[in-house]
C-alpha cells in the first residue's frame, strides 16, 4: 500500500531490506507502532523472499494505514543493493536503516529527529543491545565499552570525529543510526554492492564525512542473535568479503586523512571483523584467508598500531590480536582461528615471577573462554558467560596478588573460581553450546596443578 503524496513533510525513512524472515518480520514492524505515522514512511524491499515475509508486510502496512513503499527486486541482489534502491526511494528528511528480524524501540525516533534539526545533525548514534533468540536473554553490545567512555553517564553527546575520535571503534551496525538525506546524497555514499559486511563501510564513510555527530545514551536497538540464517551460517566464500571491505575501507583514509586515533580505532574495529571472519570460516579456508587478511595491514605504519593499544584499555587476548597482525605473526593468527589463544613468544628479558607459571596458564584460558564476548569481538558467541566475567577476573586478581605479595593463601579463590566455573560449564551444556567441555576441563585441571603446588 503506497500513501505518498508531495504535500506530505516526510521527516524520517525507514529502510527495511527483507529476505525470508517470514518467522519475525511482523514482530518487527510491530515494534515500529510508536513511530509517528503522519512524519514517517517505511519503506520495505524485498529480496525474492519464497516464504510469507512480503505478504505479512504488506497486511501490517495495510492495517496500521503507515504511509509506505514496497518495492521487490526482479531478482535475489542481497542486501546492499535493496538498501542503496531504498535510498533512491526515499522522500524523508532523515533516513535509517531496520533489519527484519530485529527489534526496534521506536519511541526514541521523535525527540531525536527533533534535537537532529535543531542541532543541524548530518549523524546521529543511538545505544543498542543484542539479544538471544533462544533464550530472549538481552546482553549488552560489543561496543559498550567504548560508548560509556565516550558519554561518561551523560545523556548525549555533541561532537565530531577529530574531537571525539574513539566514535570510529563503535560497532558500524546500521540500525541504530540515523542520517541527514540530504547529507547522505551530496557525499555520494552508498553500500559497495554484491558484498557482505557493507554496513562498515557505509559508517565509515558517513563518520569522516559527518560536520556534527549526535551521540544518545538511550537504546534503539535490540540486536537478534543466535538464529538461523545469521552470518555464521553463510557460505564460506561470502567470509572472504570482509577482505575486499577491508579495502575499501583502507582507501578512505586517503582522502579523509584521519587524524591517528580516529584511523587506529577504525583499524581495530576492521580487525575484528577480520578475526571474526577467520574463525567462522572452513578449516580448509583458514588459512588461505588469514594470508589475504594479512597482506591488507602490512603497509600500515606502525604508529597506528601502537597509538590504538595506547589509547584503549586493551585486555592481553586482544592487545596479542593485534601485535600479531603488526608483526604479521601468521602462526599465532592461525591459533586465533582455531579458536586458540594468541600466545605471543616471551621476550628474554622478561620472565615470569617465581610460581606464577600454572596461573599465568589458568588466565590464559580463561582469557581465551571469555574474552571475546566482552571486548566486543563477537556478539553472538559465549553470551552465556557475561554475567559471570567479572567475578571470575576480581578472583583471579586476588590470587595474583597474593602471590605477587608472597602472602600464605587459602583456597577460597580457587573454590570460588571452581564454582563459577562449574556453574558456567552446566549453562554451557544446557543452552546448547558446543565445544566448550574441553576448555573447561583443561581449567579445572590447572586449578587443580596450582593446589597441589601450594600443599
Given at each position: 500500500?503506497?500513501?505518498?503524496?508531495?504535500?506530505?513533510?516526510?521527516?524520517?525513512?525507514?529502510?527495511i531490506?527483507?529476505?525470508?524472515?517470514?518467522?519475525?518480520?511482523?514482530?518487527?514492524?510491530?515494534?515500529?507502532?510508536?513511530?509517528?505515522?503522519?512524519?514517517?514512511?517505511?519503506?520495505?524491499?524485498?529480496?525474492?523472499?519464497?516464504?510469507?515475509?512480503?505478504?505479512?508486510?504488506?497486511?501490517?502496512?495495510?492495517?496500521?494505514?503507515?504511509?509506505?513503499?514496497?518495492?521487490?527486486?526482479?531478482?535475489?541482489?542481497?542486501?546492499?543493493?535493496?538498501?542503496?534502491?531504498?535510498?533512491?526511494?526515499?522522500?524523508?528528511?532523515?533516513?535509517?536503516?531496520?533489519?527484519?528480524?530485529?527489534?526496534?524501540?521506536?519511541?526514541?525516533?521523535?525527540?531525536?529527529?527533533?534535537?537532529?534539526?535543531?542541532?543541524?545533525?548530518?549523524?546521529?548514534?543511538?545505544?543498542?543491545?543484542?539479544?538471544?533468540?533462544?533464550?530472549?536473554?538481552?546482553?549488552?553490545?560489543?561496543?559498550?565499552?567504548?560508548?560509556?567512555?565516550?558519554?561518561?553517564?551523560?545523556?548525549?553527546?555533541?561532537?565530531?570525529?577529530?574531537?571525539?575520535?574513539?566514535?570510529?571503534?563503535?560497532?558500524?551496525?546500521?540500525?541504530?543510526?540515523?542520517?541527514?538525506n540530504?547529507?547522505?546524497?551530496?557525499?555520494?555514499?552508498?553500500?559497495?554492492?554484491?558484498?557482505?559486511?557493507?554496513?562498515?563501510?557505509?559508517?565509515?564513510?558517513?563518520?569522516?564525512?559527518?560536520?556534527?555527530?549526535?551521540?544518545?545514551?538511550?537504546?534503539?536497538?535490540?540486536?537478534?542473535?543466535?538464529?538461523?540464517g545469521?552470518?555464521?551460517?553463510?557460505?564460506?566464500?561470502?567470509y572472504?568479503?570482509?577482505?575486499?571491505?577491508?579495502?575499501?575501507?583502507?582507501?578512505?583514509?586517503?582522502?579523509?586523512?584521519?587524524?591517528?586515533?580516529?584511523?587506529?580505532?577504525?583499524?581495530g574495529?576492521?580487525?575484528?571483523?577480520?578475526?571474526?571472519?577467520?574463525e567462522?570460516?572452513?578449516?580448509d579456508?583458514?588459512?588461505?584467508?588469514?594470508?589475504?587478511?594479512?597482506?591488507?595491514?602490512?603497509?600500515?605504519?606502525?604508529?597506528?598500531?601502537?597509538?590504538?593499544?595506547?589509547?584503549?584499555?586493551?585486555?592481553?587476548?586482544?592487545?596479542?590480536?593485534?601485535?600479531?597482525?603488526?608483526?604479521?605473526?601468521?602462526?599465532?593468527?592461525?591459533?586465533?582461528?582455531?579458536?586458540?589463544?594468541?600466545?605471543?613468544?616471551?621476550?628474554?628479558?622478561?620472565?615470569?615471577?617465581?610460581?606464577?607459571?600454572?596461573?599465568?596458564?589458568?588466565?590464559?584460558?580463561?582469557?581465551?573462554?571469555?574474552?571475546?564476548?566482552?571486548?566486543?569481538?563477537?556478539?553472538?558467541?559465549f553470551?552465556?558467560?557475561?554475567?559471570?566475567?567479572?567475578?571470575?577476573?576480581d578472583?583471579?586478581?586476588?590470587?595474583?596478588?597474593?602471590?605477587?605479595?608472597?602472602?600464605?593463601?587459602?583456597?577460597?579463590?580457587?573454590?570460588?573460581?571452581?564454582?563459577?566455573?562449574?556453574?558456567?560449564?552446566?549453562?554451557?551444556?544446557?543452552?546448547?553450546t558446543?565445544?566448550?567441555?574441553?576448555?573447561?576441563?583443561?581449567?579445572?585441571?590447572?586449578?587443580?596443578?596450582?593446589?597441589?603446588k601450594?600443599?
Open positions: 500500500m503506497n500513501l505518498l503524496s508531495n504535500d506530505i513533510n516526510i521527516q524520517l525513512s525507514i529502510i531490506p527483507t529476505f525470508n524472515t517470514e518467522k519475525y518480520i511482523y514482530e518487527t514492524l510491530e515494534s515500529l507502532s510508536n513511530i509517528n505515522k503522519i512524519n514517517t514512511e517505511i519503506i520495505i524491499i524485498d529480496d525474492c523472499s519464497h516464504d510469507k515475509t512480503l505478504e505479512i508486510a504488506k497486511s501490517w502496512l495495510e492495517k496500521n494505514k503507515i504511509i509506505s513503499q514496497v518495492l521487490v527486486n526482479d531478482i535475489n541482489r542481497g542486501p546492499s543493493h535493496s538498501r542503496n534502491k531504498g535510498l533512491d526511494y526515499a522522500n524523508g528528511k532523515y533516513i535509517t536503516f531496520f533489519d527484519s528480524d530485529d527489534i526496534c524501540i521506536s519511541s526514541c525516533y521523535d525527540k531525536v529527529i527533533q534535537a537532529m534539526e535543531i542541532n543541524n545533525i548530518d549523524l546521529c548514534i543511538l545505544g543498542a543491545k543484542s539479544f538471544n533468540d533462544r533464550t530472549q536473554t538481552v546482553y549488552e553490545f560489543p561496543d559498550h565499552a567504548i560508548w560509556q567512555a565516550i558519554l561518561n553517564e551523560s545523556d548525549y553527546k555533541i561532537t565530531t570525529l577529530s574531537r571525539e575520535p574513539r566514535i570510529s571503534g563503535l560497532a558500524p551496525n546500521m540500525m541504530n543510526k540515523i542520517f541527514k540530504e547529507f547522505i546524497k551530496h557525499n555520494e555514499i552508498m553500500f559497495p554492492e554484491g558484498l557482505i559486511f557493507e554496513d562498515l563501510y557505509f559508517y565509515a564513510s558517513s563518520m569522516m564525512s559527518a560536520n556534527k555527530i549526535l551521540l544518545v545514551n538511550e537504546d534503539i536497538l535490540l540486536y537478534r542473535v543466535n538464529r538461523e545469521q552470518l555464521t551460517s553463510l557460505a564460506d566464500g561470502k572472504n568479503d570482509i577482505i575486499e571491505i577491508s579495502a575499501k575501507v583502507l582507501e578512505l583514509n586517503k582522502s579523509a586523512a584521519l587524524c591517528d586515533k580516529a584511523w587506529s580505532n577504525l583499524i574495529t576492521v580487525i575484528k571483523l577480520n578475526v571474526w571472519c577467520s567462522n570460516c572452513h578449516f579456508y583458514k588459512k588461505s584467508f588469514l594470508e589475504k587478511s594479512i597482506k591488507l595491514f602490512e603497509n600500515l605504519p606502525d604508529k597506528i598500531f601502537d597509538t590504538y593499544k595506547k589509547s584503549n584499555p586493551l585486555s592481553q587476548w586482544e592487545e596479542n590480536i593485534i601485535t600479531s597482525y603488526q608483526e604479521k605473526n601468521t602462526q599465532v593468527l592461525e591459533v586465533v582461528a582455531e579458536g586458540g589463544y594468541p600466545d605471543l613468544p616471551i621476550k628474554d628479558d622478561v620472565k615470569p615471577e617465581r610460581g606464577t607459571t600454572t596461573l599465568y596458564e589458568l588466565r590464559e584460558m580463561l582469557d581465551s573462554l571469555i574474552s571475546q564476548q566482552r571486548d566486543g569481538w563477537a556478539n553472538d558467541r553470551n552465556v558467560l557475561n554475567g559471570k566475567i567479572d567475578t571470575i577476573n578472583a583471579l586478581t586476588h590470587y595474583e596478588q597474593l602471590f605477587k605479595n608472597n602472602i600464605s593463601t587459602n583456597h577460597f579463590t580457587l573454590e570460588k573460581i571452581e564454582e563459577i566455573l562449574l556453574i558456567l560449564h552446566h549453562e554451557v551444556e544446557e543452552k546448547g558446543e565445544g566448550h567441555s574441553i576448555i573447561y576441563d583443561k581449567i579445572a585441571k590447572s586449578i587443580n596443578d596450582i593446589k597441589n601450594l600443599k
